[in-house]
């Protein structure tokens, strides 16, 4: 949970994996909150806000580690922001073009991406400094990560705001929905429950090693 | 910062590669949109044309003899279009369709305008008969209202039917208080946006004149 | 008037940028329990809000209509640039101002409500007053945000908390009910 910067030879399952739970970006590192809470009404749109952020953060990883040996040391942020704003643009267009409907429900967070510090921050950590394979690597594992954390969101908050997942109904006609779930406040409560449990179950994990340590 | 001593970059070499990267990502961009916008423009052309059959409630298509004409509309005059563009600028309402039933006569025209609700900008589209000043129907094209209060502008199927045959202008009257045929009752929770949608419709209407405009055109068409 | 009114109030406490839209988190969660802190931290805030939302509506009005497609890129550049050089700028002319807001320019850049703020404000057609109200009220916002946080942690330092909500959990479940509270301010609107 500490080890932030990687060794430069770590191998390469760890390098994939720690980004998806044990180094989770959002509920880890608290990084890309905005998007993590502003778009996680619906299972359907915390998937779409994921994929996005996946691929601008894979394209963005794979063109900063293949040029990371032409990109001065002095300009290199802007430069990624350049990399990162254009994937971000493509993404917003390909969406526009696509599914429509998806674009409509994102909004003004899609165009955000570009300044979501988990993108910019596995650039200057890792990105610039590793392969091309181990960033790809990396990424994949991070978008993995952000993907989950969204899906948490997104489950929560449907399933309790609006009483159905992914548009099926779960409760029947019964349910009164727990309208403040899907509204902001219900972001930064469920984020908030999400966490309180995390680190809940961490420490009685912790108590049970250690009292098996202690037994043994 | 205190990376171990690199060699100094002259400030031109640091401009050049940041100019070459902008130049690159921007042939980048020009190339995707060129892909994209085609498609972009198509679903937003269709998504209008099945508004503006929606608040007329004809189907051209269906080949039913109904149909649906294009008139621009600027400061000098409506005009007539040769072909039925689904191009509108919601703001300064640009472009107005008419539609004519399948025994060719005339249903009324849809409008499309835009103002600022509660959250957000909401744009929506109305059918409007100016022989009798009656809004035939209205749908939301796009909100942001809160989910759960204000999108029942959008989600709230009983409110939205009030707009069916109503006498313009609208007046927004209390939950449940609607008694005259120009009335429309505000929603409950979320009395903002359902006022914004009414006022909508009335300032379309009012701007410029539109409404006598729409009506003298008419008239003077022979219809 | 009324209008501009209107849109500074309805961007610092209906629709606060932290609180509704989520915007300008990384500051509301780092921020210490200081409070002076948080009103230096809002002023940089404010001020580089009103450079965005000038800077947002000149591309808008002179080079952007033709490329659509170019706004993300420019926007975050352009203002990126402009910040630096008032940066600069304040630094050779008042010190005093620069060891007090200095600090948090380069950081605020980085700030989703900067880029927020200049596409809400093109996707809602504002022009240049109007742009100026939004970021006046969205900077007072954040401060207000800022500050209410600050001294409830200020006050939270010495709560006894079980020790698995200290820290960001604590801080979320605060935010949600700080937000709770703030679309108590919809009201305000309604009666008007």
């Known amino acids: 949970m500490n080890d932030a910067t990687p060794a430069p030879a770590a191998p390469a399952a760890p390098v994939f994996l720690r980004g998806i739970w044990r180094e989770n970006p959002v509920l880890i590192h608290m990084l890309g909150l905005c998007p993590a809470l502003a778009v996680t009404n619906t299972v359907a749109n915390s998937l779409a806000m994921g994929i996005a952020t996946f691929f601008v953060l894979c394209g963005s990883s794979f063109l900063v580690s293949l040029l990371k040996r032409f990109i001065p040391h002095e300009i290199r942020i802007s430069t990624y922001i350049l990399i990162i704003a254009t994937f971000v643009t493509v993404a917003d267009m390909s969406l526009a073009a696509f599914t429509p409907g998806l674009h409509k429900a994102l909004g003004a967070y899609i165009a955000l991406i570009v300044v979501n510090c988990m993108i910019l921050g596995r650039q200057e950590a890792f990105a610039s400094k590793q392969s091309v394979g181990r960033s790809m690597l990396d990424a994949v594992g991070t978008g993995f990560g952000f993907i989950i954390a969204l899906v948490m969101m997104g489950a929560v908050r449907e399933v309790l705001g609006s009483g159905t997942f992914l548009g099926f109904s779960v409760f029947g006609d019964n349910f009164e929905p727990w309208v403040v779930m899907v509204l902001p406040p219900g972001g930064f409560l469920t984020l908030g429950f999400w966490l309180l449990g995390l680190s809940w179950w961490t420490e009685r994990k912790k108590q049970r090693a250690a009292a098996e340590g202690g037994a043994s | ?216 055109w008419l008239q003077e068409a022979g219809q | 008037m009324a209008e501009l009114l209107w849109i500074l109030l309805s961007a610092m406490v209906v629709n606060n940028f932290t609180l509704y839209y989520f915007l300008g988190l990384c500051p509301f969660m780092g921020v210490s329990g200081r409070v002076g802190t948080a009103i230096r931290m809002g002023a940089a805030n404010i001020f580089v809000l009103v450079i965005t939302s000038t800077c947002a509506w000149f591309l808008n009005t002179f080079v952007l209509e033709h490329a659509p497609y170019l706004r993300v890129i420019s926007f975050i550049v352009v203002i990126a640039s402009l910040v630096q050089i008032v940066e600069m700028a304040v630094k050779k002319l008042s010190p005093v101002l620069f060891r007090q807001l200095g600090i948090f320019l380069p950081l605020i850049t980085t700030n989703c409500a900067i880029l927020g703020l200049a596409i809400f404000q093109t996707n809602r057609g504002y022009g240049f007053l109007e742009g100026l109200a939004f970021a006046i009220g969205a900077g007072l916002g954040l401060t207000l945000a800022l500050i209410l946080m600050a001294s409830i942690r200020e006050d939270a330092e010495t709560a006894d908390v079980p020790g698995i909500a200290k820290g960001t959990a604590m801080v979320l479940i605060v935010a949600g009910s700080l937000s709770l509270a703030f679309m108590g301010f919809a009201g305000l609107l309604s009666s008007a």
Do not use: C
């Open chain 2, 1 to 216: 910062m205190n990376a171990p001593a690199r060699p100094e970059v002259a400030p031109w070499k640091l401009a050049m590669t940041l100019a070459v990267a902008g130049a690159l990502a921007g042939l980048l961009l020009v190339f995707v949109d060129q892909v994209t916008r085609p498609k972009i423009e198509a679903h937003r052309r269709a998504t209008l044309k099945d508004a503006v059959k929606e608040v007329l409630a004809i189907d051209p298509d269906a080949g039913d003899g109904s149909r649906i004409v294009s008139v621009r509309v600027d400061d000098a005059g409506l005009e007539l279009e040769p072909e039925a563009q689904y191009e509108v600028d919601a703001s300064t309402i640009d472009r107005v369709f008419l539609g004519y039933d399948a025994s060719g006569a005339v249903r009324g025209f849809a409008i499309v305008h835009q103002q600022m609700g509660f959250q957000d900008v909401i744009r929506l589209i109305f059918g409007y008969d100016p022989r009798t000043e009656t809004v035939l129907a209205m749908r939301v094209l796009e909100s942001r209202e809160t989910p759960g209060l204000g999108d029942k502008i959008e989600k709230d199927a009983a409110w939205v039917a009030m707009f069916d045959d109503v006498k313009a202008p609208i007046v927004a009257v209390k939950s449940g208080e609607r008694s005259a045929p120009d009335e429309v009752d505000t929603i409950t929770g979320a009395t903002i946006s359902a006022k914004g949608v009414i006022d909508i419709v009335n300032a379309a209407l009012a701007r410029q004149e539109l409404a006598k405009r729409l009506a003298q």
